[in-house]
């Protein structure tokens, strides 16, 4: 079966050949639609592709999702056991254990600040951060300009999308 690309050539050719030639109407009308009807034919076949592959994509998102989620119940698990393991070592007074594959020690984590009161906090240890930079509201620039509205530095565009339904 001829490609989509081509048989879109093909009808753009036809096309400037009736505009500029003085072929037979009939003729040229029903080449036209022969063609169209191949296009339309490789243009579900085109769509039945891109279902697929969409398909696919949202398979391969829900597995990573799943491998997402079960990767975090295994990290939960390490910790839950790295925990059980510092436990058991501070019971015991174990420090340090060394294996040919690697060495356990129990370390000093670094220090930290815990606030206890927020608000007694003076504000000298206070950060004030800068507030953020205005966003253009684009639904109220869009709202405005369907108003008939203009709206310096805006314009209303549309485009188009392919839209397979069921």
């Known amino acids: 079966m001829t ?30 639609e022969g063609l169209q009807g191949d296009i339309e034919a490789k243009s579900r076949s085109v769509a039945m592709v891109i279902r697929n592959l969409e398909s696919f994509a949202d398979q391969v998102d829900e597995a990573a999702a799943q491998m997402s989620m079960r990767a975090k119940k295994v990290r939960e698990r390490a910790a839950g056991i790295r925990t059980y393991l510092k436990t058991s070592m501070q019971v015991t007074g174990i420090t340090k254990i060394s294996c040919a594959e690697f060495t356990i020690a129990l370390r000093k984590n670094p220090a930290r600040a815990d606030i206890i009161d927020e ?34 530095g805006a314009q209303m565009a549309q485009d188009e999308r392919v839209d397979i339904r069921t």
Not at 5 to 32: C, F, G, K, N, W
């Open 3 to 32: 490609a989509l690309y081509e048989l879109v050539a093909q009808h753009r050719q036809l096309q400037a050949l009736a505009e500029e030639s003085e072929l037979d109407p009939q003729m040229l009308l029903d080449t036209l």
């Open 119 to 152: 608000a007694a906090i003076p504000d000298a240890y206070r950060e004030w951060p800068e507030p953020p930079p205005p966003r253009i509201n684009r639904k109220a620039v869009l709202d405005a300009l369907k108003a008939g509205t203009p709206v310096p």
